[in-house]
């Protein structure tokens, strides 16, 4: 990493747009940096922080199955405090889930051309984080061989799902949002398929032939296929913004104090958004370094998703204030208690860790020498992410267990089982990541050439860069 | 199994000759084992008679599902037989009542009992006997469980051993009884004694007077655990021999207790609810209610109720008595001189207090009772009689009546006599003295001494095992008795399912040691054929029906008491020590969940959670916050408790810090700490009878002192809230900020009778102001639209209403581990909250609140299921179809009153594989819950479709008032839960008290419309003395 390099693009001009692929890159050399790990020998460290990961996946695999075995006992519970940890992971991979698509659909539509490097490498991200999060609201039902019931599958029992349950809609939201980012991966990814398959042999060939869809180049092809992917990018735009609203009708439209603000639906985006670019930049900076792709992934981008979480943060940080606002401000005492008790009640310490972690430490993003310092973002975004699931500790727990009924005020302790099954969740999820990084292309290859000089031969030749 | 496959092969074939026929193998088999469908299943270690079991439970049908179950399939193959011959007046599935009386607590009262195809599965009160009037105590509602109590005993010990091998045998049991006759006729020359508890049944009295004439030398002493001989001592010292007090609380404008917990676990608690909330309950009708005031050294039910409470060391409760009699004769009263004098010389604890005492008392003269708790030394009784007597209360509110009770022994004369080396014969009639009693009496050291004992026991309990022989007690809803109440009313015990093991009742078994082969049932008509030669048999038939003899009550004894002999008991009375933290009072009490450790084995007494502490599965030292903090004790440390009289007595328990404690007092309820081999008393807290003296229930001069360790204390309130300030704060935020629930005085409510100035503070948002809501109510106002009120003015927070939900809903235990997590399952619990400061003791109030689902008519819980399991009825009431339910728990978390219940674990399945007992005590017509649903109170669904069944078959359909009466409520001691219809065109109770002024609706801004609705409580305060509170 010489500084020279990575803060070659740092700086504006006015007359001269900032590169977003440094180096002497050309379009073969692209190519080249992003077919390599596909194309190296596996790695002993891959194989190590894949098995790693795999055994956190068994991790997760045991402790659903002794979930099944002995029931929702198995975790910290309560009658007054009827969900915890599985809700709390369930929003927090969701939210993680949304900075995929926000770099792909709306950078895309907003012609954010710095998405391109990263684009790729969070949308993967997205899915996995979205599968992760899927599976809590599976597993945390009482009775999991009925779980299907909440899908409107027409039945011998003549039952209908209740169309009134936030839950219900949470099923649709999630699962679309699922849906639809997948097929925005998958679209984008074709042309970059065609590329590995052209570059590899025997199955592999195959198997990268049979996704490409026959991909050839051409320009019917291209054609169409930049139709799709702007069809897409407009059908995702709405789903990053619907997706963590209705996820927040959960506690909005209940009548808990605590959860039933209006503020939730943008609170929640925001919070996704920063928890999600978050992610992003702990990922990158690894693939970054891993798979030196620092002419591609640049210190520029590391900036400009620095500026989101400082962004997101502070509004984030803004929603908390405003709750303590409206607490204090509509006089009911309910409310207002509950906003006392986070603050100093027997989860005062979680509630000043999300405080600490989301609101005071990204405000050192204002200084540039931080937000451009690798070693600084990574660890910041790791708090961030620790402030992120705190977040939904404090909403989710902190609420329930001072209801409104002093007789029924609890205290939730999280079990063994627990823990095992969020750190489960991370085994999953970067078992699946690994596996992105080994085989498919982290960076999209046919995008970023379009952001380079080349792409642009009618340009000022001298002056490279894109916008 | 292999019985089930022999059955398959040997259906299929032919046999071609008789003798093939019998010498098949597999017919062998299943002759030996003639119920070949897995009875051994059933078998409950060490053993059943299978046969004859089989044959008492007419369910057959249900344990041919049971016992063909191979373990761990889940839908098991089940033949449903019915009857061959169908018993007379038996409809399957409908249930059938029986009247009886039960013993509870110190108090005897009438039963009805509800049985299925011949399994009791439930006990009521019986309406038409006066001790019970319908209502029943925790007690009563807990004991159909302790028949199918796996640990009961099954076996006859012959010195703490099984002799019987595999099982007992009803032949067996006989023999061994005329074995233990023929022992104790070898015994006849030397001393013998008869130990029993205080039980007023005439056929028993009549054997042991019997057996005293077979063998003069024997000595009859009674054993009493909790020593409530102290108020007949002082009516015998008086004059009046033989007598017993009934006080009418009905008549009684004001009452004042010293010590007394008349609404809680002494005496008749259920008449006592009865009449206490008649006058409680009026008060919008009247504008007038009793005044209460409780002098106490911690809270007990009575004191949570009443209108004024000193908080008062046990040991100066009797002066405080005389400071009172010193008052009333300074206004007038004339009292004897003796008294007087020594009154005058008595300090006040709080002049106050007293003064406005005494100044109500001269008002209501006639009209007022002063009752002093069984705890108190016999010259506190005698004092107050005599006040009463002076206040003209005798022969109004307080009656003396001829006690049932002969006059006999007490446990410790017996075992001078013992140790004494003369007595040699012991015969224990269900009694457990070895347990409970002082640990200075030192009773299981001279039991030894004794050369043949025999004991008569529910359980293999400590007694049983330290005698030389224990003969297995049959349950009361197994034998044939019978039992006369305080007030003479005498009733028979009806046997409503035959043993399920071999087992004797108290009179067969006393009659079999006089070598009388009779059984209950004839022994009981000897005796009142007696009195009633006449038509006997329908009287018989007439006393069965209606659960009382007829023509039984009590004598009232009108001989005059000599107070001239009241002198003799106050003399030489010193004043009482006062307490400091180095010399602490040590209180010991009644539990309220397990009485004196006879209900400690069951399962549901254990998980109820105690009315004042909310503790389960535990007992605790009771310490105020004020002496705690000095102490440095906070709740689950380990303290060790020291009492230095005749000898050193020792106990080490968890301390547990509630308000309401006296000062430098430390209160430790009597019944945990079984040593015993009960599955569900094994652990449960410590034993307080290693503190207790030999004749008082509380001692001075005790050092507690905090020591290593702590434990876990499971309650089911203030779970994560500091020990110094959960009173305060969780009491004020319930009661002053968010009026969950509403109290003010009799003086407020005259000056506001419409009480719309009193609680406008907590009307916030008044949802009738807003002109739309979110939510539709449903707005149904014709046919049976079922709501409910639970006056708060009348609950005296005694738990019944929960365990009788209990029984009728087929709620599940799950033990102490999980209610440490708050998953207790009870569909009904009673909220108790604290208001005052906590560092005095006098200013701290305590309230109490049922709580169960409101069914709401714009419910938060149906919304918010996604696949609609639980939705609302037509009837206005809030269902859940189990079935249905998947289990997220939104419902719960969105629920404002928290009264749903998950099932985390399968809490039934567990239930049934610690006993298979317990699923005979099942109610048939409520779904028991599988892992992973939701429940919650249903308004006792079962009960409204029952009676729509009936309605139906009169051709109605709107059901009558009275025919639905939900389980709370046919329980309730106070009658503070109303339920019934609502709709429009129709008149009903429920609904007048709905347009009372004190209905109001837990958390009204919400705009829930909840159908169960609660009424305010109102104390009746003194003007002139201030309020302990203002609120």
Not at chain 1, 311 to 324: D, H, N, P, R
Not at chain 2, 175 to 185: G, H, N, P, S, T
């Amino acid at each position: 990493m010489e500084t020279s390099v990575t803060l070659a693009n740092l700086e504006e001009h006015v007359d001269k747009r900032a590169p977003l692929v440094l180096g002497r890159e050309t379009f073969s050399s692209v190519t080249d940096i992003v077919a390599r790990p596909m194309e190296m020998a596996t790695p002993k460290a891959w194989w190590i922080l894949f098995l790693i990961s795999l055994a956190g996946c068994g991790v997760l695999g045991a402790a659903i199955a002794y979930l099944f075995w002995e029931g929702v006992g198995v975790w910290g519970l309560n009658n007054r405090v009827g969900w915890a940890w599985d809700i709390t992971n369930f929003v927090f991979w969701v939210g993680i889930g949304h900075a995929g698509t926000l770099i792909s659909a709306i950078l895309f539509l907003f012609r954010q051309k710095w998405r391109t490097s990263i684009n790729r490498a969070a949308e993967a991200m997205t899915i996995f984080a979205v599968i992760c999060a899927l599976i809590f609201p599976g597993i945390h039902v009482g009775r999991v061989w009925v779980a299907y019931w909440l899908f409107p599958i027409p039945n011998q029992m003549v039952m209908w799902p209740n169309f009134r349950s936030p839950l219900l809609w949470d099923v649709f939201a999630v699962s679309t949002y699922f849906t639809v980012s997948t097929l925005f991966w998958f679209v984008g990814l074709i042309p970059d398929l065609a590329t590995f398959r052209d570059r590899s042999k025997g199955v592999r060939k195959f198997v990268y032939g049979l996704f490409a869809l026959g991909w050839r180049g051409s320009h019917r092809h291209w054609l169409n296929y930049e139709r799709a992917y702007l069809i897409l990018a407009a059908l995702s735009t709405p789903l990053v913004l619907s997706v963590h609203t209705i996820v927040s009708f959960d506690f909005a439209t209940s009548q808990l104090p605590g959860w039933h603000a209006t503020i939730f639906p943008p609170y929640f985006v925001a919070g996704a958004i920063f928890s999600g670019f978050a992610m992003v930049i702990n990922l990158m900076v690894i693939c970054r370094w891993v798979f030196k792709l620092e002419h591609l992934v640049t210190m520029r981008h590391f900036e400009n998703m620095a500026k989101i979480i400082l962004l997101t943060g502070s509004l984030v940080g803004y929603a908390y204030a405003m709750e303590f606002f409206i607490a204090w401000y509509s006089g009911n005492p309910y409310e207002r208690y509950i906003f006392i008790s986070r603050a100093t009640g027997p989860y005062a310490w979680a509630y000043w860790t999300m405080i600490t972690c989301n609101v005071i430490i990204p405000q050192l993003f204002w200084v540039r020498k931080i937000r451009t310092n690798l070693w600084a973002l990574f660890i910041i975004s790791i708090f961030v992410n620790i402030g992120m699931w705190f977040e939904r500790f404090v909403i989710i727990v902190t609420s329930l267990h001072r209801t409104f009924l002093p007789s029924s005020w609890a205290y939730f302790q999280p079990t063994f089982v627990d823990i095992a099954t969020f750190i489960g969740s991370f085994g999953l999820f970067f078992t699946l990541f690994l596996l992105f990084v080994r085989f498919l292309p982290i960076v999209a290859i046919a995008e970023v050439k379009t952001v380079m000089p080349e792409a642009d031969p009618h340009g000022h030749d001298t002056k490279a860069g894109a916008h | 199994m292999q019985s089930e496959n022999n059955q398959e092969k040997s259906g299929k074939k032919y046999w071609r000759s008789l003798e093939e026929m019998a010498e098949s193998p597999e017919l062998l088999a299943r002759m030996k084992n003639e119920f070949p469908s897995g009875a051994a299943e059933f078998e409950v270690t060490p053993g059943v008679d299978r046969r004859s079991f089989l044959g008492i439970i007419g369910a057959s049908a249900a344990f041919a599902g049971l016992s063909t179950t191979t373990g761990c399939i889940r839908k098991p193959a089940e033949k449903i037989l019915p009857y061959n011959k169908r018993p007379e007046d038996l409809i399957e599935g409908k249930p059938q009542f029986y009247a009886s009386v039960g013993r509870f607590g110190g108090s005897v009262f009438g039963l009805l009992v509800t049985s299925y195809e011949g399994r009791p599965t439930k006990i009521d009160g019986n309406p038409t006997h006066p001790m019970s009037l319908g209502g029943t105590n925790t007690f009563a509602q807990a004991a159909v469980l302790d028949v199918y109590d796996p640990d009961r005993s099954q076996r006859v010990l012959q010195n703490g051993k099984s002799v019987d091998g595999a099982r007992l045998t009803a032949k067996s049991l006989k023999e061994k009884l005329a074995a233990a006759a023929a022992e104790v006729r070898a015994g006849a020359s030397q001393g013998m004694a008869i130990l029993m508890e205080a039980v007023p049944s005439p056929t028993l009295l009549g054997l042991v007077r019997d057996f005293q004439a077979a063998y003069p030398k024997t000595m009859v002493a009674i054993h009493d655990p909790a020593m409530h001989w102290n108020e007949k001592t002082a009516l015998e010292s008086l004059g009046l021999k033989s007598a017993g007090l009934i006080h009418k609380l009905e008549e009684a404008d004001v009452l004042a207790m010293f010590d007394a917990d008349p609404l809680g676990i002494e005496g008749d608690v259920v008449r006592n609810s009865k009449t206490f909330a008649t006058k409680r309950r009026s008060v919008d009708e009247s504008r007038n209610m009793s005044r209460l005031y409780v002098v106490e050294s911690a809270f007990t039910n009575t004191g949570v109720v009443a209108d004024h409470r000193l908080s008062l060391r046990t040991s100066a409760i009797g002066e405080s008595l005389l400071a009172l009699a010193s008052e009333l004769a300074a206004k007038g009263l004339s009292l004897p001189a003796d008294i007087v004098a020594r009154a005058n010389q008595v300090k006040s604890p709080n002049e106050k207090w007293i003064k406005g005492l005494a100044t109500d008392l001269m008002l209501n003269k006639g009209k007022s009772v002063v009752m002093v708790g069984h705890g108190q030394r016999a010259w506190v009784h005698a004092v107050a009689f005599a006040i009463n007597s002076a206040l003209g209360n005798v022969g109004q509110s307080v009656v003396v009546r001829s006690s049932p009770l002969p006059s006999a022994a007490t446990l410790a004369e017996l075992t001078t006599e013992i140790n004494r080396g003369a007595i040699q014969t012991l015969v224990i009639v269900d009694a457990n003295p070895v347990y409970s009693s002082s640990a200075d009496l030192e009773f299981a050291e001279a039991l030894k001494k004794v050369k043949t004992s025999i004991h008569l026991g529910y359980h293999a309990d400590e007694t049983a095992l330290a005698c030389t022989m224990h003969f297995p007690r049959s349950h009361m809803l197994e034998s044939w008795g019978d039992l006369v109440s305080a007030d003479g009313t005498a009733a028979l015990v009806q046997p409503i399912i035959e043993p399920l093991f071999p087992s004797l009742s108290d009179v067969e078994f006393l009659a079999g040691l006089m070598g009388v082969n009779k059984n209950g049932y004839e022994l009981v008509q000897a005796e009142w054929k007696k009195s009633t030669p006449a038509n006997f048999d329908a009287a018989w038939r007439r006393w069965l029906h209606d659960g009382i003899i007829t023509g039984t009550t009590g004598q009232v004894l009108t001989s005059k008491p000599e107070f001239d002999k009241l002198s003799q008991l106050i003399a030489g009375l010193g004043e009482s020590p006062v307490p400091t933290s180095a010399q602490f009072e040590v209180r010991l009490t009644l539990d309220r969940s397990v009485y004196d450790g006879r209900y400690a084995n069951n399962a549901w007494m254990q998980e109820v959670p105690d009315s004042v502490t909310k503790l389960t599965w535990d007992n605790a030292a009771l310490l105020s916050p004020k002496t705690a903090k000095e102490k440095g004790i906070k709740t689950g440390d380990f303290v060790e408790i020291t009492i230095k009289q005749d000898r050193e007595r020792k106990l080490k328990i968890a301390a547990f810090v509630v308000p309401g404690v006296a000062e430098n007092t430390v209160v430790v309820p009597l019944g945990y700490g079984r040593t015993f081999n009960g599955r569900v008393s094994t652990g449960a807290g410590f034993n307080g009878y290693t503190l207790l003296g030999r004749d008082e229930v509380y001692a001075v001069g005790a050092d507690v002192k905090k020591v290593a360790g702590t434990y876990e204390l499971a309650t089911t309130q203030e779970h994560g809230v500091s020990d110094y300030q959960y009173d305060t704060m969780v009491g004020r935020e319930a009661i002053e900020t968010r009026g969950v629930t509403r109290e003010l005085t009799l003086a407020a409510y005259k000056a506001d009778p419409t009480l719309e100035n009193t609680f406008k503070k907590f009307n916030l948002g008044d949802p009738k102001k807003h002109k739309t809501l979110l939510w539709k109510k449903p707005n149904e106002t014709r046919g049976n639209q079922w709501g409910m009120t639970i006056d708060l003015n009348s609950c005296t927070g005694c738990n019944a209403c929960t365990v009788a939900c209990q029984a009728e809903n087929n709620i599940s235990v799950v033990g102490k581990k999980r209610v440490l997590k708050a998953r207790e399952m009870h569909w009904i619990r009673i909220d108790r909250y604290f208001t005052g400061q906590v560092d005095n003791p006098d200013s701290i109030q305590a309230v109490f609140q049922p709580m169960a689902c409101a069914h709401c008519e714009t419910a938060p819980c149906e919304q918010v299921c996604p696949v609609a399991a639980t939705v609302h009825g037509i009837e206005g009431t809030n269902d859940i179809a189990y079935n249905r339910c998947i289990g997220t728990r939104y419902c719960a978390n969105n629920c404002p009153y928290k009264v749903r219940r998950f099932n985390y674990f399968n809490f039934a399945k567990e239930n049934d594989e610690s006993n298979p007992l317990y699923a005979m005590q099942k109610n048939p017509r409520v779904t028991v819950r599988f892992r992973g649903v939701i429940e919650k109170c249903s308004y006792c669904v079962q009960r409204i479709n029952a009676a729509r069944i009936d309605a139906k078959v009169r051709g109605e359909e709107i059901l009558r008032e009275g025919s639905v009466v939900t389980a709370c409520q046919q329980v309730c001691p106070t009658d503070a839960i109303t339920f019934g219809n609502l709709a429009d065109d129709v008149d009903s109770r429920v609904k007048q008290l709905k347009a009372s002024p004190r209905n109001y609706v837990v958390l009204s801004e919400l705009a829930l419309e909840p159908r169960t609705t609660f009424l305010a409580k109102v104390r009746n305060t003194n003007p002139e003395l201030e309020p302990s509170t203002k609120l």
